[in-house]
């Protein structure tokens, strides 16, 4: 069955260097170093993934080495919890778009969804996405979809596309891990249209290339490096 399922499979992308370009490389461990972040940008470069997401920490410091190396730097906001209240996010994802980071991945309040408090959900996600633009950069938006009903993400997914959330993320691997293929094709088809980011438990080729199937359009997963190495398809 798992070699029947690697050949359906293989039509998904044509080869490393197509499936690279649609990972987000992310290193968001408490412990990182500036040097296992520095190599993440050197990874991102002569790998040709999509960008090098790391903490607001290291991407303060090291942006312009990431621009020196043509690479784009992604960063996260309210991360991994989300209980902070939107206008602390909102200055965050503001600080790191005038610092040369391109993309935020910003951690909805689960809370305020789970409350029932879809007023303050309506100005935290506007708030991010404001914020976001005025210094360039694109939001994607981190819904936790393992923890949420379906009227609730649809509902999300409604304001997301009515304020110009540019994705939306299916978890942040902590709370919750989103990259299985039920959650992706649940969130893709709640979505309305908004593109998607699988993230949370991608580890291989095959998980990366079932999460594509599935209708993600970006893969998150600091195991990038093994996920192109075990991809099942030459190139």
Known sequence: MGARLEGLLKGVVS?????AAMIDATLLSPTASLDEARRLIGDVASRG????????????????????AGVRLCSVAGFPYGYQ????????????SSHGVVEVDAVINVAAVLSGQWGYVE???GALVDAARRG???LKLIVEAP????????????????????????STGVLSKGGDPY????????????????????????????????????????SYLRVIETLPVEG
């Open 15 to 19: 080869g490393r260097r197509e499936l």
């Open 49 to 68: 993934f999509y960008c090098a997401l790391m903490p607001p920490y290291h991407a303060r410091i090291l942006a312009g080495e990431a621009g020196d």
């Open 85 to 96: 209240h939107y206008r602390v996010k909102a200055a965050e994802v503001e600080d790191l």
């Open 123 to 125: 100005e935290e996600i």
């Open 136 to 138: 360039g950069a694109r």
């Open 147 to 170: 923890l949420l009903g379906d009227s609730e993400l649809e509902r999300i997914a409604a304001i997301a596309r009515r304020v110009g959330v540019d994705y939306l993320k299916t």
């Open 183 to 222: 959650t992706v094709s649940r969130l893709v088809r709640l979505s309305g249209g908004i593109p998607v980011k699988a993230a949370g438990g991608i580890r291989t080729g095959l998980d990366a290339l079932v999460a594509i199937a599935a209708g993600a359009s970006r893969i998150g997963t600091s």
